[in-house]
Each structure stands twice: as structure tokens, then as C-alpha cells.
């Protein structure tokens, strides 16, 4: 059988079996891109694409109509659209592009919030292990942060209790406006405190994942007897990461090794500001403590 006259035959098939199940639109329609009909309507077939899960295909679509929509009332649709499609496919570099795209080019847009939840957690997704390069990691703690100072809201009972206030206000008087807005506001940073929790716990354990980074390095410095490179380290854990767990670990480090530097003075500095951080467990460095004592003892 030629070639055209099989593949005639297939289209005829396939046409046939959706005009009889009924579902020619729905099951046909994602066969050809509406490529020359409204931009609006190209937009609503890359949703559908996107809803069935069809990524790869909705981001062609929709990296056609970026341009195309550049200042139009559905601007930030599609690049809203556009970025959840790149994050829900795990492409999350091209996720942080769109999304940043989206906030810079339209920052009155409804996605606005949204979108800078969601390049926070695009970089917290790229966030390597502690051993590697902590760039990611450092972006997604800033786009947390700012996410929570654009975003805040109110302690959650507090917010159900103004929500209880205004609802009961607008019935008394729907047409007060302010109550409505009131109503409206509170609802939405009812909505928020998920995002909040979420972020606030994310940026805990980035933290972590820093100061553990840094003080691997120290740890690994003193292991090759490095001993200047090792208090360095220990420094930046003690300095700039106070509410981890290796802020305590830090001083310990520090302590043994400027002993090992025979840097009595400073050792006994750093055991001063020890008992002062963690008066309660002054027995994990009773040992070094002795140690500083009987130096001075000897030397007086």
C-alpha cells in the first residue's frame, strides 16, 4: 500500500474513534497547536496541556506566546503558566528565569506571591549536598526571607478571630466596604501561614546545611593539622551561624585546637566565652579546662 494512501487511512481511523466516543475535542484537540488563532485561545490549549501534565508541550506553547502577550492583560498568565511548567517538570533553573521574569516585569500581578514562594523553592531544589558549592542554598535562604517580609501575617488566632469579627460586621452591614476589605485581607493571610511555617522551616534547615558545610571544612583543616585555616572556619560557624547545632561544636573545635597551638591565652578567651554560651555543660571541656589551669599554674 503507498505510503500517503496508509497514512490517510490512519487519520480516517483516528478521526473516526473520536467523532464515535464523543470526544473529538478533548481527545483530538491536542494534535495541532491552535498556532494562528487568538492569543487567548492558544493560552487556554496550553492550560489544557499543562492540566493533562503534557510539560513538554506547554512549555513550547507558552514559550511562544512570551513574547507575543509582552504588555498585554495576559502577560503574567502565561509567564506565570510558563514557570509552574518548567518547576513542575523538575527544570528549575528555567523555573528561577520565568519566575524572576514574572516579578520584575509584572509586579502587581496576582502571581506576584506566588511566584516568590515558588523561586524560593526552586533554589531550595537545587540546593546541593553540604560538600559542594552553597550558592543555591544562600539564594533560596534571601528568597525565603523575602518572601516573609512581603508576605506576613498576623499570629493565627489572631486572624481567625478577626475573620470572625469581619464576617459578622459585613452581615450587620453589607454595604460597609471597609469591613469587606478587612474580611478580604484577613482571609488571604489566613491562606499565607502555610507558605509562612513552610518557609521559616526551610530556612532552619538551610542554615543547618551552611554551618555544617563550613565546619566540615574546619573539621577536614584540622584533621591535616591546618590549624589556621581550621580556626577560620570555625569563626565563620561561630560568627554567622549561632542557632545551628555545630555553633556549639564550633567553639569545642576552636578550643582543641588553639590548645594544639600552644595558644594558651586565647584558648582560655575561647573557654571563657564557652562557659558563657553553654554554662550547663562545662564537662565537655573540663579536660581542656585542667589543661589551661596547670599551664598558668606552671608558668606563674
Known amino acids: 500500500m503507498p505510503v500517503s494512501r496508509f497514512l490517510s487511512k490512519r487519520m480516517a481511523i483516528i478521526a473516526g474513534l473520536c467523532l464515535v466516543s464523543g ?3 478533548s481527545a483530538c484537540s491536542s494534535v495541532k497547536s491552535p498556532s494562528s488563532g487568538d492569543v487567548t485561545e ?12 503534557k510539560y513538554e508541550r506547554a512549555i513550547v506553547e507558552l514559550e511562544s506566546l512570551m513574547f507575543e502577550t509582552r504588555a498585554t492583560a495576559i502577560e503574567d498568565d502565561v509567564l506565570f503558566a510558563l514557570a509552574e511548567a518548567y518547576y513542575d517538570s523538575e527544570q528549575y533553573l528555567l523555573a528561577i528565569d520565568i519566575y524572576k521574569r514574572l516579578l520584575e516585569q509584572t509586579p502587581g500581578s496576582p502571581f506576584a506571591e506566588e511566584s516568590q514562594f515558588k523561586l524560593a523553592k526552586s533554589h531550595k531544589e537545587l540546593s546541593p549536598s553540604f560538600s559542594r558549592d552553597q550558592e543555591h542554598t544562600k539564594k533560596a535562604i534571601r528568597e525565603f526571607q523575602l518572601y516573609l517580609e512581603l508576605y506576613p501575617a498576623k499570629d493565627p488566632q489572631q486572624l481567625q478571630s478577626d475573620i470572625e469579627l469581619y464576617t459578622e460586621l459585613s452581615k450587620l452591614n453589607p454595604d460597609d466596604m471597609q469591613y469587606k476589605r478587612n474580611l478580604a485581607l484577613a482571609e488571604a493571610q489566613y491562606t499565607r501561614l502555610d507558605k509562612i511555617n513552610e518557609s521559616k522551616t526551610s530556612i532552619a534547615e538551610l542554615r ?3 554551618a555544617f558545610s563550613e565546619f566540615s571544612i574546619a573539621e577536614q583543616y584540622r584533621k591535616l593539622k591546618k590549624y589556621r585555616g581550621s580556626i577560620d572556619y570555625y569563626d565563620t560557624v561561630i560568627r554567622f551561624y549561632p542557632d545551628t547545632v555545630y555553633f556549639e561544636k564550633a567553639w569545642i573545635g576552636k578550643i582543641e585546637v588553639l590548645l594544639k597551638r600552644e595558644k594558651w591565652f586565647e584558648a582560655k578567651a575561647a573557654l571563657d566565652a564557652y562557659d558563657q554560651q553553654f554554662p550547663e555543660n562545662m564537662k565537655k571541656v573540663e579536660d581542656y579546662r585542667k589543661r589551661v589551669l596547670k599551664h598558668f599554674e606552671k608558668n606563674t
Open 208 to 210: 543547618e546545611k551552611l
Open 42 to 53: 492558544r493560552y487556554s490549549y496550553a492550560r489544557n496541556l499543562l492540566a493533562e501534565e
Open 23 to 25: 470526544t473529538l475535542f
